[in-house]
């Protein structure tokens, strides 16, 4: 058995979907096969019989299988279509109820699988740059959380190498860091909007609602249609109604049901809630 076929046999009993893992599978075949080392048992067979005599180690596969990969301004296209249209009309919705009067109202975002901050950091970025200046009745806060304790590490830390950032224009990146030799840290009014957590999408949502939802790269990718479906239902749950969802270029919503979704941008992986 090689790593594809015991991928095939592991993956759909985590929920996941094979063909989401193609791009990466070579660098999850690779922590595989160093976990086998680890624990001395011989190839695909052997990790199958492990698994099957020590279901805890269920826990240990999953996270080997964990996909981390981000950057700063990851699909251009998806960041413009966020600052021309999908803001500047979120923010004429209602705020959530129980907002203080004192402060402008908060527009409320959530980055689902921030990996190490790279998406959210984008976000306030974006807003800070581009959008706060015309949104004076508006504040912007942003939850970010990961299922994984290290990639929140570093998105906490906020300290990004050069190819995180090639994206990002260099007034951006000016505006938006500060060097620390080959590094680039990022400044802390940008930091400060965003509330990092640890929390698994698949058994808990944070509760909204909130204005615009970034899932991308995660549940649509790696995960199978009724696993998706169960987090996608929930997570609109959290959606306020007319609220945006973002999803990766690559991805759209499981088409088994029919979702309160409508696309917003055409040629975006936008998509409005409707009801
Ligand atoms: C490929 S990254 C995507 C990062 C970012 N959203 C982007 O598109 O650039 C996927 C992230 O999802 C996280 N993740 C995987 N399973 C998760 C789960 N069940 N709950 C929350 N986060 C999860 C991973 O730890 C990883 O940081």
Redo the contacts with the bound molecule.
């Keep these: 058995m090689n790593c594809v076929q015991f991928l095939q046999w592991a993956l759909p009993r985590m929920g996941m979907r094979c063909k989401g893992f193609r791009k990466v599978r070579r660098q999850v075949c690779r922590r595989i096969r160093r976990r086998m080392a680890e624990l001395g048992v011989e190839g695909g067979p052997g990790y199958q019989a492990y698994l099957e005599a020590n279901p805890d180690e269920w826990r240990e596969l999953?996270r080997l299988c964990?996909?981390?990969?981000?950057?700063f301004r990851?699909?251009q296209g998806v960041w413009r279509a966020l600052e021309e249209e999908v803001i500047p009309k979120l923010a004429r919705l209602p705020s959530p109820s129980g907002t203080s009067h004192a402060a402008p109202p908060a527009l409320r975002a959530w980055?689902?699988?921030?990996?190490?901050g790279?998406?959210p950091y984008t976000l306030s970025l974006l807003w800070a740059l581009r959008l706060e200046h015309d949104l004076p009745h508006r504040t912007l806060e942003i939850l970010a959380?990961?299922?994984?304790p290290t990639?929140l590490e570093r998105a906490r830390a906020g300290v990004y190498d050069e190819s995180s950032l090639q994206e990002l224009s260099r007034d951006w990146v000016e505006a938006g860091f500060t060097r620390e030799g080959e590094r680039y840290r990022i400044r802390p009014p940008i930091q400060e909007p965003v509330e990092f957590g640890q929390?698994?999408?698949?058994?808990e949502i944070p509760p909204g609602p909130f204005h615009l939802i970034?899932?991308?790269?995660?549940?649509f990718?790696?995960f199978d249609e009724p696993t998706a479906a169960r987090g996608l239902e929930r997570m609109l749950a959290s959606l306020a109604k007319g609220g945006a969802l973002v999803v990766?270029s690559h991805e759209e919503p499981p088409t088994c049901r029919d979702w309160p979704l409508e696309r917003w941008i055409r040629a975006e992986p936008i998509y409005r809630k409707t009801g």
């Design positions: 999953r964990r996909v981390t990969i981000s950057r990851r699909d980055s689902a699988g921030c990996a190490s790279e998406e959380t990961d299922v994984d990639v929390a698994d999408l698949l058994e970034l899932c991308r790269n995660l549940l990718t790696y990766g």
